[in-house]
């Protein structure tokens, strides 16, 4: 017979005892109380939960422990809670540290990142010589049109060939020198479009020396930061301009060389007396590709406008992306006349119209500014084939009545750039021009400029889809990254696009921070522009991280105008943002806080600031507001003013 302190085994005869199962158990769902089971009885699984739950080893004898209070339990109840968040959080901070290990290893490399998803051209890398001076490029093949013509005047009709082009610009890098300009040194242009703008720039590579570009619309103060952020030693501007710089220059020893017709005024050079040096006088300049040749300013992705350094490996790579190799992404050649309308200060018309044009041997026809009527006339007249253009000059094309008028049948190829253009308006221009090609790229200037460019210009072309930027330049890499965490992202994702590749900038002037924002560690250039790249590789541009305001084509820098109104004694804080317009596609307007007891009324703001800047920049309309919106560490939060605006204006002010 059994003794009764022990437990049967499963082959002895079953016990007449209840089994003592602990008696906080006995009201659980895993024992019945209305039972007395016994280990012969008791489902197996049963038993093993029981003896694994119960708080203490399993009883050999059969006295049953006393019941517990109720304190006891709910004591016990938060011991076991208190145990098992421990457990939780312990097992939180191991993954925690080991999340931060391996993040710790792949910068050490030791465990390789995830891979970026790259995007690249349709069409195949090409080899590109870029270690020669930009001008070396562009005319290495000037033997073969030396005779041809190179640039138009539009409103004289004078026309320089290619080697009367190349020799101006020979003999004015030697009269800059002869003023002091040595290889490294800055000079502003301050000029409209013109045959000497042309000359002007080409001298800067013969020279060795930087040009930073400039709008002559520009207020004193503009010039004068511009000036002097880049460190111009001398700036070339007409006549009519001087008067605008001529304290600064003074104050800062800056020589003045004014091009026009008659003698130089007081206290400035001639352009003319410049171009009279002889070319042998420019000694042979020791010459580096990464040396700086042009110096453009932009607002970069936020805050103030900054030098953008396009050397003269990155400016050659740029047009060779563009129109080199057997099937060129841009398709131009020696009997092509390209439409020069768009500014020469800015990269796109200064890139993809000046420096294309003259690498294939074009004629390039300047118009000193945009007028539908005389751009009409000078269409039919030299037979243009080639009109780059930006949105706000297609929707002036397009209203016109005059554009009936004229036999445009020459213009084969029509480029659209600096801004999106929507389909509409797209189908209602291809009606006034349906033999030509239409076609969109995406470029910035710390790109180069351009990133992307519709494959329909090639030489063998491609689809292309209606509102696409084109495809990535060949011998570049774009990416599409989620703005938050960094991850590359895959096709048809949207998210920030990143470009890399030999055509980028090499930074900003004077601003190492700045450029270390822009260009990560592995060389990606980050533009601030949202969108995304489809499965036929082609790139769609939805939105802006950038606070930059785009006024037909041209930036505006929110920055720059909160510093202006903040200045005013009336006005106590600001923000400015865009808003949608039909002719212009975004013009800045400003939410504005009061001074205490300040009734300053919205025009006094708008002719306040319209003293101080260029006319594209001006403030558009004033909303009075009690606070701006700012987030704890004071940065404006944009997104709920222009969430304000749309609100007002129900067609909604953004993309």
Request: glycine share 8%; charged share 20%; net charge negative.
């Amino acid at each position: 017979m059994p003794c009764e302190s022990t437990v049967c085994s499963p082959n002895s005869a079953p016990i007449s005892e209840p089994f003592p199962y602990p008696s906080h158990l006995r009201s659980s769902f895993l024992i019945p109380t209305t039972s007395s089971p016994t280990p012969n009885s008791l489902p197996l699984h049963r038993y093993i939960i029981a003896s694994f739950a119960a708080p203490f080893p399993f009883p050999r004898d059969r006295e049953e422990k006393p019941e517990k209070g109720a304190k006891e339990l709910q004591l016990e109840f938060f011991s076991r809670l208190f145990s098992v968040l421990c457990s939780f959080f312990s097992f939180l901070a191991l993954c925690c540290l080991l999340i931060y290990l391996r993040s710790v290893a792949v910068g050490m490399g030791s465990i390789a990142p995830p891979e970026d998803i790259i995007f690249r051209s349709k069409l195949p890398d090409i080899e590109i010589i870029n270690d020669i001076p930009l001008h070396t490029y562009c005319f290495e093949r000037i033997a073969q049109f030396a005779h041809r013509p190179c640039v138009i005047d539009g409103a004289t009709g004078a026309v320089l060939t290619y080697a009367e082009v190349d020799a101006a610009a020979r003999r004015f890098a030697a009269g800059l020198h002869g003023v002091g300009i040595r290889r490294g040194d800055v000079f502003m242009i301050l000029l409209r479009n013109s045959p000497e703008f042309v000359i002007a720039f080409l001298a800067a590579s013969y020279g060795g020396a930087v040009a930073t570009t400039a709008n002559p619309f520009y207020t004193p103060g503009e010039i004068h930061k511009q000036a002097v952020g880049s460190g111009a030693r001398l700036i070339i501007t007409e006549s009519c301009y001087v008067d605008k710089i001529r304290e600064f220059a003074r104050e800062r020893g800056v020589t003045i060389v004014t091009v026009g017709d008659g003698p130089a005024p007081e206290g400035c050079r001639s352009f003319a007396d410049l171009m009279r040096t002889d070319a042998g006088a420019l000694p042979a300049v020791e010459f580096d590709p990464n040396d700086v040749v042009a110096l453009p300013y932009s607002s970069g992705t936020t805050g103030l406008p900054k030098g953008v350094m396009l050397t003269h490996r990155s400016l050659i790579t740029s047009v060779a992306q563009q129109v080199d190799g057997d099937n060129p992404n841009l398709y131009l050649h020696e009997d092509d006349v390209l439409l020069c309308v768009l500014p020469l200060f800015h990269i796109y018309s200064l890139n993809s119209v000046l420096l294309c044009g003259l690498r294939v041997g074009a004629t390039i026809l300047i118009m000193r500014r945009f007028d539908v009527g005389p751009l009409l006339e000078l269409v039919q007249r030299y037979q243009v084939t080639i009109a780059p253009f930006v949105p706000p000059i297609v929707l002036e094309f397009v209203k016109s009545p005059l554009v009936d008028g004229y036999d445009l049948s020459s213009i084969r190829m029509v480029m659209s750039g600096a801004a999106p253009m929507g389909k509409e308006l797209e189908d209602k221009f291809m009606a006034k021009l349906p033999n030509a090609q239409l076609g969109q790229g995406y470029g910035m200037t710390e790109a180069g400029p351009v990133l992307s460019m519709c494959l329909a210009f090639a030489k063998e072309p491609f689809e292309v889809k209606s509102g696409a930027c084109g495809s990535v330049v060949r011998n570049a890499e774009m990416k599409i990254v989620d703005p938050e965490t960094g991850a590359s992202l895959g096709p048809n994702q949207r998210g920030e696009i990143c470009i890399r590749g030999a055509q980028i900038m090499k930074g900003y002037i004077n601003d190492p921070e700045a450029t270390k924002n822009t260009i990560d560690k592995d060389g990606w250039l980050h533009t601030g522009d949202i969108g995304y790249v489809d499965d036929d590789d082609e790139v769609f541009i939805v939105d802006r991280l950038k606070e930059i305001i785009k006024y037909k084509g041209f930036q505006v820098a929110p920055a720059e105008l909160e510093a202006l109104l903040i200045a005013h004694p009336n006005i106590a804080d600001a923000a400015v943002v865009p808003m949608k317009d039909e002719a212009a596609g975004e013009v800045p307007v400003a939410f504005v806080v009061r001074s205490n007891g300040s009734k300053i009324s919205e025009d006094e703001i708008k002719q306040y600031i319209s003293k101080e800047v260029v006319f594209y920049k001006r403030i558009n309309k004033v909303f009075f507001t009690e606070a701006i919106p700012k987030s704890p560490s004071g940065k404006i939060l944009r997104k709920d003013l222009r969430a304000k605006l749309a609100a007002r204006f129900p067609i909604g002010p953004f993309p």
